[in-house]
């Protein structure tokens, strides 16, 4: 299996939403769908889930996934960040989508005094960021990943944990997500597989998205991942 960098997948992102003629709200929402049923086979209907969303499109996963769940008959609440100007495009499209659901269901963190409880036994979804991210995590952002590190919770990040890499290995006193599993798109990142960072990536598992896999096998890497048998 290759492993890809970053800008590889975005590539094969948008060589798929070109060639099957789709909008890129629509693959979106089948990363979400995805990341769904993969939940609702792993937990119990009246386990309650908290989803941390950030400003992009890591975060419009959160929200279609919060929206769908929520009409599965699951308990969640969702959080988003006030403190960004701009948002992406497609997590605007999903902000709207999930208030028409259920606007009750959203809270805004603005400040450290709304980082809300989350109860003992509860579930975290991490969608605060992806594999855009560029630079170590900061502020606002660094304090809710640390706080949410330090609850009694399993948290299960989406994509990737928020504030890794995908394509390098973490510093030292960095705030990234301690998942207890990661639900990776269609391929692992090179960063999920290294001992330092299994404290952050937990176990991962893999979604099938329905990215393009001819367009796939075309690209150049040197990396893979391959197992005995």
Same mark, same amino acid.
């Given at each position: 299996?290759?492993?890809?960098?970053?800008?590889?997948?975005?590539?094969?992102?948008?060589?798929? !939403? %070109?060639?099957? +003629?789709? @909008?890129?709200?629509?693959?979106?929402?089948? &990363?979400? /769908?995805?990341?769904?049923?993969?939940? #609702?086979?792993?937990?119990?209907?009246?386990?309650?889930?908290?989803?941390?969303?950030?400003?992009?499109?890591?975060?419009?996963?959160?929200?279609?996934?919060?929206?769908?769940?929520?009409?599965?008959?699951?308990?969640?609440?969702?959080?988003?960040?006030?403190?960004?100007?701009?948002?992406? !495009? %497609?997590?605007? +499209?999903? @902000?709207?989508?999930?208030?028409?659901?259920? &606007?009750? /269901?959203?809270?805004?963190?603005?400040? #450290?005094?709304?980082?809300?409880?989350?109860?003992?036994?509860?579930?975290?979804?991490?969608?605060?960021?992806?594999?855009?991210?560029?630079?170590?995590?900061?502020?606002?952002?660094?304090?809710?990943?640390?706080?949410?590190?330090?609850?009694?919770?399993?948290?299960?990040?989406?994509?990737?944990?928020?504030?890794?890499?995908?394509?390098?290995?973490?510093?030292?006193?960095?705030?990234?997500?301690?998942?207890?599993?990661?639900?990776?798109?269609?391929?692992?990142?090179?960063?999920?597989?290294?001992?330092?960072?299994?404290?952050?990536?937990?176990?991962?598992?893999?979604?099938?998205?329905?990215?393009?896999?001819?367009?796939?096998?075309?690209?150049?890497?040197?990396?893979?991942?391959?197992?005995?048998?």
């Amino acid at each position: 299996m290759k492993i890809l960098s970053v800008e590889q997948i975005r590539e094969v992102d948008r060589y798929t !939403i %070109d060639h099957q +003629k789709i @909008l890129s709200h629509d693959l979106m929402e089948r &990363a979400a /769908a995805s990341c769904c049923s993969w939940l #609702e086979e792993h937990l119990a209907k009246d386990q309650s889930i908290s989803i941390f969303c950030g400003p992009g499109n890591n975060g419009g996963d959160g929200l279609a996934m919060a929206r769908i769940l929520i009409k599965s008959g699951y308990k969640v609440k969702v959080f988003t960040i006030g403190v960004f100007p701009d948002h992406s !495009i %497609d997590f605007g +499209k999903n @902000l709207k989508l999930l208030q028409e659901t259920d &606007a009750n /269901a959203l809270a805004i963190i603005n400040s #450290e005094s709304d980082f809300p409880h989350v109860p003992s036994g509860s579930i975290i979804i991490d969608a605060l960021f992806g594999t855009g991210l560029s630079r170590p995590v900061e502020g606002l952002m660094s304090g809710l990943i640390n706080y949410l590190n330090d609850t009694d919770t399993n948290i299960i990040s989406v994509d990737i944990p928020s504030g890794l890499f995908a394509d390098s290995l973490p510093e030292n006193n960095v705030s990234i997500i301690r998942a207890s599993h990661t639900l990776s798109f269609q391929l692992p990142k090179f960063s999920f597989l290294f001992p330092s960072t299994n404290q952050y990536v937990g176990e991962w598992h893999l979604l099938n998205i329905g990215l393009d896999k001819k367009f796939i096998d075309s690209l150049s890497t040197d990396k893979y991942y391959t197992t005995l048998g």
